[in-house]
């Protein structure tokens, strides 16, 4: 059987950017795709430990949203059953100061509308972040905004912050996201994976 996102794995468009970085790191895009998802898990971009073992949301704000999603980690990297789609598939770098780089536009440009008709089971798409809320929602509207209309999105999509742990006084600031949104976000999960295709 041939391999839908074979020229994912082995694009290297941003060679000569990562090269550039502090980083100095090579392209390895993290591919976790099969069109049988039924969730899609949209985000920024894979950080360094998600670039070292391959695997995306493999550290502490990957326990954070599994927590959020009430999903166990078999389920999460069940390919049967979640997607996940950054706004660029390699880790960008850092810069100067040791800060997170924001992830190539070139990456969503050329591969995200061909991922998306590859993906024809999903139930649920989870937008992590602005990134992914302003690619997949077409808006420029802040995180915070656009987390907090929830509702609106409703059904089919939640937006969500990033569940890095440097959002901690985030989530302090906003009480209403675990008392209001999170049961929605496990119950959706719930019916995502179990729905019939």
Known sequence: ??????????????????????????????????????????????????????????????????????????????????????SAFC???????????PPPKICAETWHAGVMQQLPNLRLRLLIGGYAQAIHLGTRTPM??????????????IPLPHPSWRNTAWLRRNPWFETDLLPVLRAEVRKAMTCPT
């Open 1 to 86: 059987m041939s391999d839908p996102f074979a020229d994912i794995r082995a694009c290297r468009l941003c060679a000569t950017r990562f090269a550039a970085t502090r980083t100095r790191h090579q392209p390895a895009p993290v591919v976790w795709l099969d069109p049988a998802a039924r969730i899609l898990i949209a985000g920024q971009a894979p950080g360094l430990q998600a670039h070292e073992k391959q695997r995306p949301f493999d550290d502490r704000s990957g326990d954070r949203l599994r927590d959020w999603m009430g999903v166990s980690r078999d389920d999460f990297y069940d390919l049967q059953r979640m997607a996940f789609l950054p």
């Open 91 to 101: 880790f960008p770098g850092y810069d100067a100061k040791g800060s997170d780089l």
């Open 144 to 157: 915070t905004q656009t987390v907090a209309g929830w509702r609106d999105h409703l059904p089919g999509t």
